[in-house]
């Protein structure tokens, strides 16, 4: 499917050959920065938007064929959708606004069943059947505009960023909600946030797109472990990038040889891709204490000299140290009060080389078993835990 906006010669190509599928009773979490086109697919999906080219199938029946000039109206797809600022209609109570997509439907049969005070009871607003939704919390209008979408039963249910407007306790408790809901109700349900943890928390499967592509789809904690590009890693959140360089059987990194790290199937240039957890600090020369990091599984650790603690930004369990490495910038989460750093100090800066992901400079792409590889051929000079 592909979409763009604006005039012929000078349009913003917003979806490009977008291909996926949505299995029977799955959530797939639908990830990616502000502009890549995430709202766009689902408009595209629940008929907002006309997409140029492509063809969408929804539960067995189409409602796009670009080719054959089908384009089925809003109102006669199986969808429900749920929007970030909910979009309730203000001016009715909020009984009819979930009787409203029955109504247009000719749902008569549901409505006389009471399945809109059954979708009410469902996510606990039974009791705010006659009020108006300026009347309502944030919590509240969203509960409702849940409702309003499952109310039909619709074969796609549409989420967008539908918890990002709501406050941080709330949010995580509407979370919890929206997954017990799935579990019970198994609906069908595509879910765009930008929010990790409630990737990982709902998503039977989550898709990364980067610039209206699809980038990466798959089960969370696989794509969360091995991203498969590099795009990918820095959107997940390892921002940390080391530049690696693999030339006469060794290996530098930041322009520092490391010796004992030995890969000769290497070859060019390659980057490592490392989160702020995986990141290690330790004050320079103190290669006896234990390093400044949860990272204490590792398997082998290597060493960056010269680095110097630019800011510390203290936390309640954990810390953010942003370090330099000549004109490198990384960040290491760090236990709070574990170590006496402080800014300006003069530390050493580790990784755990098994956390570590490492990308070709080329064409981004993961190199699959860099860490298994590298554990086998190597004794790290520094410290091995
Ligand atoms: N009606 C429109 N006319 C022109 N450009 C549009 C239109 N709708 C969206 N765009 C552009 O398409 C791109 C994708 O927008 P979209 O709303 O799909 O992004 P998004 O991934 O949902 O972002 P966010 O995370 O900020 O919500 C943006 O560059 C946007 O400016
Ligand atoms: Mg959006």
Redesign the pocket.
Known sequence: MAKS??RPGNE?H?LRNVDLEVADGELLVLL??????????LRSLVGLERPDAGRIHIGGSCVLDTARGVFVQPNRRDVGMVFQNYALWPHMRVRKNVAYPLQSRGNKAALKDGRVEEVLDIVQCGHLADRYPPELSGGQQQRVSLARALAPRPALLLLD?PLSNLDALLRVELRAQLRLLHRELGFTAVH?T?DQEEAIALGTRVAV?NAGRIEQVGDPIEVYRAPATEYVADFLGARNRLELRAEDGGVALAGQRLPGLARDDLRGSFALRLRDEHLLVRPTGDDTSSPASHATTATATAWLADGRIVELLPGIETSECVVEIGDLRLFARIPTGAMDLRPGQSVEVGFAIDKARCYSQDHGRLVPDWADRTDRTHQVAGVSS
């Open positions: 906006f604006g913003i917003v990616g920065p502000s502009g890549c086109g995430k709202t766009t697919l960023e765009v930008h797109m």
